[in-house]
């Protein structure tokens, strides 16, 4: 008996190709870890990453899966953080009065005082301009920048309000009378800029992720004071300050901020701080609390 062998489809004479979403990502880094303990009850922790994360957006990835590959948007390239911890040494058995009474290691003993401090750097974003829409039959609206074209990507405040980059007058049409209601692909493109106006069919040259938001710089503080009361029973009060200079972590990239390089007032606005307001997370305003716990 013959083997069976699997038969091509007949009515497609072409060979097939699939899209999915199963699209990879990689993770590049360099991670440096240093670690002291003094004497007296100083000790700190410092980390810092240097990494690169890419991935594939869904924005055109079925057409041209290069056009959607950059920087994964929730990434930031470098991270510092240091944490501190500094048993103060005052109170019983301590180098500071050590010999003290009950009442005065009651006062002065079992005081710690910790803070944790982070700074990384800008979330990815991809520059968009505005008049695209009108040009580009499907796909991302993409900045195009021409030799020698560059915008300033720093944050600033103009007029109370946080900007990324200074916004740019919108692109726009000189039309004469013969040219009124004539589509815009007929028209010459401006290239006035930056950046300029894509060709008609075309994405523009800013890649996916290509330029970065503003950097974040936060820094928390705690400070405890342990009692003894007895050989069994402890407590202990806390006072906790997330973000406790109140520094405000600007939230721009693809997904908070306008990163259309031309659309008047808004361009370039940095909308919010970054989502996450969690006590503890290093986005957040400043947060204060005070808690008490006894042990036994």
């Not at 004479?13 to 240093?34: H, M, R």
């Not at 041209?64 to 930031?76: K, L, T």
């Not at 004539?182 to 106006?197: D, E, F, I």
């Not at 997330?242 to 940095?270: E, M, R, W």
Request: with cysteine; net charge positive; glycine share 10%.
């Amino acid at each position: 008996m013959p083997s069976l062998q699997r038969r091509n489809y007949p009515l497609f004479p072409i060979d097939l190709a699939w899209f999915g979403n199963d699209a990879s990502s990689n993770y590049n880094a360099l991670q440096i870890k240093v670690e002291k303990r003094f004497g007296h009850g100083l000790q700190f922790l410092a980390h810092y990453t240097y990494s690169h994360a890419n991935s594939f957006d869904s924005t055109y990835y079925d057409i041209n899966p290069r056009v959607a590959y950059g920087p994964y948007p929730f990434s930031r390239n470098s991270v510092f953080v240091i944490n501190t911890v500094y048993n103060l040494p005052v109170g019983r058995g301590q180098r500071f009065l050590g010999n003290g009474s009950r009442a005065l290691d009651l006062a002065v003993g079992g005081w710690q005082v910790s803070n944790t401090l982070n700074w990384s750097s800008g979330l990815p974003c991809t520059p968009s301009i505005g008049k695209c829409g009108s040009i580009t039959d499907a796909g991302p609206r993409r900045a195009n920048f021409l030799s020698g074209q560059s915008i300033n990507v720093v944050p600033r405040q103009v007029n109370g309000q946080w900007y990324e980059f200074v916004p740019l007058p919108a692109i726009s049409y000189n039309l004469t009378t013969a040219q009124v209601g004539t589509g815009s692909c007929a028209l010459a493109q401006p290239t006035s800029g930056p950046p300029a106006l894509p060709a008609c069919g075309t994405l523009g040259n800013a890649r996916f992720n290509s330029f970065s938001g503003p950097s974040g710089l936060s820094s928390d503080f705690s400070l405890t004071k342990n009692f003894t009361i007895t050989e069994r029973v402890t407590a202990q009060f806390r006072f906790d300050a997330y973000n406790i200079f109140n520094h405000p972590v600007l939230g721009f990239n693809s997904n908070q901020g306008n990163t259309c390089l031309d659309c008047g007032g808004s361009a370039g606005k940095i909308t919010d701080i970054q989502a996450d307001a969690s006590p503890g997370s290093p986005n957040g305003m400043r947060q204060l609390q005070c808690g008490a716990r006894v042990v036994f």
